[in-house]
Nanobody
């Protein structure tokens, strides 16, 4: 049973930084895509940043140059370093993990980021 638990969200002023961390359990990191999605009430979930095999990364255009995704396979964690935050980044951020059977099939409960 795969579990993803996010932490690190909070309230921050515009221009500030946060680091989100996702701890996984029951999950085998065999190079399948993991990452972060955001959700704003009334809107569809959006992809923020992904990390795949050989640690290849992809970030959405809106966060490129400001956010960095990384993972520590030894600690079973995926992190999202968020810099130069703006009010547009305010959202619930979910950690997501894929398996061979399910692309983006595992989701955490999310951690709220509020930028004012």
């Amino acid at each position: 049973h795969v579990q993803l638990v996010e932490s690190g969200g909070g309230s921050v002023q515009a221009g500030g930084s946060l680091t989100l961390t996702c701890v996984t359990s029951g999950y085998t990191d065999d190079g399948h895509c993991m990452g972060w999605f955001l959700q704003v009430p009334g809107k569809q979930r959006e992809k923020v940043a992904l990390i795949g095999s050989y640690r290849a990364t992809h970030c959405s255009q809106s966060v490129k140059g400001r956010f960095t995704i990384s993972k520590d396979s030894a600690k079973n964690t995926v992190s999202l370093q968020m810099n130069s935050l703006t009010s547009e980044d305010t959202a619930l951020y979910h950690c997501v993990a894929s398996t061979a059977a399910s692309v983006f099939g595992n989701w955490g409960q999310g951690t709220q980021v509020t930028v004012s």
